[in-house]
């Protein structure tokens, strides 16, 4: 064997035992040993925050008050109904300036039982057609609450809506009238008249 083959027999030699020290010195992860625990997988990342919620809605503005043209009120007694009772009431009525509507207030003490109320048309001391029907409290009425009177000769005007009823009312012919089962033509009345000052 001559020199040259034994160099490179001695190189190629020297090779291989440098790459298997690389190897087994970091050149790799070894194995883990016989017996011992699996590495735990890694957790995921917990998942993105919910969007916080929207802030609640501002509650809507109350309406606004309705602007009253009109006030009118009334005592009802029994002497106006034309009976002897210890009943006793008395009425407001609140036009809105736009005559959209009528408000109106109805308060009875001592009477029998209310079988019906309205207000009716006719002046004082007659006896004419309904034109609203009420109740004790407070109520607000529209046209559509309006049971028309119309040609009646008592009356003298007709009755259609909130704002004839308004100009009936301000003529005087007007009244409250409240029926019972002891008066069924009406216990207590109260002729409406001119309007309280603004």
């Known amino acids: 064997m001559n020199n040259l083959l034994k160099i490179s027999i001695a190189a190629v030699l020297a090779g291989s035992m440098t790459s298997a020290m690389a190897g087994g010195m970091g050149g790799g992860t070894p194995p883990p040993p016989p017996g011992a625990a699996p590495t735990p997988p ?41 009976v002897i009772s210890i009943a006793t009431g008395d009425t407001t009525l609140e036009f809105a300036e736009d005559l959209s509507s009528m408000t109106y207030t109805l ?47 008592v009356c003298g005007v007709t009755i259609n809506n909130i704002a004839s009823l308004l100009n009936a009312t301000l003529q005087g012919v007007i009244y409250a009238n409240v029926h019972t089962d002891l008066f069924p033509a009406g216990e207590l009345r109260g002729q409406i008249f001119a309007p309280i000052p603004q």
């Open 42 to 82: 890694t957790a995921p990342p917990p998942p993105p925050a919910a969007p916080a919620p929207p802030p609640p809605a501002a509650p809507a503005p109350a309406p606004a008050p309705v602007a009253v043209g009109f006030t009118f009120d009334a005592d009802l007694s029994g002497a106006q109904a034309g």
């Open 107 to 153: 308060n009875v003490a001592n009477s029998g039982t209310i079988t019906a109320a309205h207000f009716h048309c006719a002046p004082a001391g007659e006896d004419g057609p309904p034109a609203v029907a009420i109740e004790v409290g407070t109520f607000t009425i529209t046209n559509a609450d309006i049971l028309p009177v119309i040609g009646n000769e």
